[in-house]
């Protein structure tokens, strides 16, 4: 950790980390291809946020590309 976290920091990152299971989880269980590209998302979503509450919001590599591409 880069940064200093506090208990209600590290609870959320562990309940991130919970929630992106489950959303690949559900991901695997759909027949629909929309539904299965969202929950990865959802997925992706929640590991990125739990990496930003503990490594700090420069975590990332590369530019971020505009919504909508």
Known sequence: MLRGMDE????MVAYLREQAIN???L???S???NVRR???A???QCEELGLTIEEGPT???GPKLPIGR
């Open 8 to 11: 209600n920091d590290s609870q």
């Open 23 to 25: 959303f690949r989880e």
């Open 27 to 29: 991901a695997r269980g």
């Open 31 to 33: 027949r629909d291809p």
């Open 38 to 40: 969202q929950l990865s």
């Open 42 to 44: 959802l997925a992706r």
């Open 59 to 61: 975590y990332k590599k």
